[in-house]
């Protein structure tokens, strides 16, 4: 029986690999920061900072909602956008596991030699 690719990795490649896909267009890279650096923001507020209509914002909000990275909470014809507790952990975790493995095993697991160069 055949095996799932994704079996091979763990949940938490798996997440992050989610994660990047949602930040997978500059424009969700920049509402991101945007918003991380704001406690919220209405979209169209992001709209007076970035060079794209409304429609398109909104697109890429509804990417970045579905990744589970912003939550937003309509209030009467506006809604107000936050990155999520759970994405900011997230990406300071990731951020941090991407250069560091906890564990020589876990090194080996991917098949890093610590006593070898990259190339």
Do not use: W
Request: net charge negative; glycine share 6%; charged share 25%.
């Amino acid at each position: 029986m055949a095996t799932a690719k994704t079996d091979a990795f763990t949940q938490d490649e798996i997440a992050f690999a989610a994660i990047a896909r949602a930040l997978g267009h500059p424009a969700r890279v920049r509402i991101l920061r945007i918003l991380l650096n704001r406690r919220s923001c209405v979209t169209g507020s992001l709209v007076d900072l970035l060079p794209l209509s409304q429609s398109t914002v909104s697109q890429h909000l509804k990417e970045l909602r579905e990744a589970g990275l912003v939550d937003g909470v309509i209030d009467g014809p506006r809604t107000c956008y936050c990155v999520t507790e759970r994405a900011r952990e997230m990406l300071r975790s990731f951020a941090a596991d991407l250069v560091d493995f906890e564990t020589q095993e876990e090194a080996n697991d991917v098949g890093l030699d610590p006593d070898k160069g990259c190339c």
